[in-house]
């Protein structure tokens, strides 16, 4: 017998715990999920099988692994090398995300395990998140001083992200759950994630989800009763918490868009730039801000002849900190501030050709999840990828660590199975 067998005989029971495990602790304080990837990590390298070897062949790892490959090179030829090295771990966290992955035969059952105990945990980690709402609302704060960044910060998460973990968590038992046999306990803990995405307030998220589900309820549901109903009461959903006081707000200051904002253009002559008042930054709101860096990015990027490489890993920050003070919104406002999409972050740090291979990436998933029409996939795939375009997910250890492990699995599931008609 096999002396790894006669040491821990439930392998395989042990794997799958272990990925239940890492999706459990996505929820929680960063420490929590680099144990569990850890442990993982170091039990499936000494559990490895040969026969998974093949899988390294896939465009699920080849595409991680050339892009930790570029952000080494990227480094190394830096001027700033050393910071540049120092971030290469975050991106050392995709390969072992799918070196753990790669040594199961991703089914159904694992992926619907593995969705049970991510629902359960956004469930807990909610529960806990909405007593210390309370308890601060008790002490004398307003509901607009504890939402958003602030709603969080008991785990010290960043309230788009933990928005995300609840709206994947959210679809998936809504998915998995049958229109016809909604339990009032599923709906009483459903409630409590929809109250969750509410109080982390992304504006992205909100949007989505809204237009998500209207879609989906239409589709999915043959009865025309019950299509009514549902529509009617998914719509009722949506205005009721687009009524909200602090959700209208964040809408009212975030998507402002003055005019002054629009004639904005990037310049290197020092005598023409604008430069931004305090009372022009306090007054800059989400769509704004986004929309000066983009510019300020790309016209740069090019000027500084970087379209093609980038600035590298290790000196776009500072390009980018250099170029926000020339303009008086740095320092003490957006000092140290990335560019706030995932894309543009892409081209500015690597370049026109690392942005293609992205790209070609990203169009790879959604081909796949179109082509086995996986609904939970497409959600998936369609909430990050426009969360995307606002935030830059992929610098933070929980938006790999949630995108390479969902992602993977899904991409799995297909990969190992090509040639059969697998569904949920």
Known sequence: MNIKNLLIPNNWKIREGLLC?????????????????????IYNIFFFERKNLNKFKTIAFIFPAVLFVITVLSSILS???????????????ALLILIIIINHKIEKQIITKIFICFYYASVLSTIILLFNFVLRLSSGKTVEDIIFHDFTVLYDQHPVYFGMFLSLSLFSKIFFQKVNKIKFLYFFLNCILVLGIILCSSKVLLVFNSIFYLIYFYFKIKSKEKKFFYLILTLSLVFGIFKISFINKRF??????????????????????????????????????????????LFHLVKDNKLWFGYGQGDVQNYLDYYFMSYNLAPNWYEKFNIHNQYLHVLITYGLFTLLFFLFYLFYCLYIAIKHKDILYLFFLGMTLIVFIFEVVLVRNKGIVFFYFFN??????????????IRY
Do not use: Q
């Open 408 to 421: 993977t699995l899904f991409l799995f599931k297909y990969i190992n199975f090509e040639n059969r008609n």
């Open 79 to 93: 001027k700033d090398y050393i910071k540049g090295l120092k971030h290469t771990d975050l991106e050392l966290l």
């Open 252 to 297: 009212k200051e975030g998507l402002v868009f003055n005019s002054k904002m629009f004639y904005f253009e990037p310049t290197n002559d020092f005598s023409k730039k604008t430069t931004f008042s305090y009372e022009d930054k306090i007054n800059i709101s989400d769509l704004e801000l986004r929309y000066i860096f983009g510019k300020i990015g």
């Open 21 to 41: 495990l890492i999706s459990v602790t996505l929820l929680f304080k960063l420490n929590y999920g680099n144990i569990a990837i850890i442990i993982a990590i």
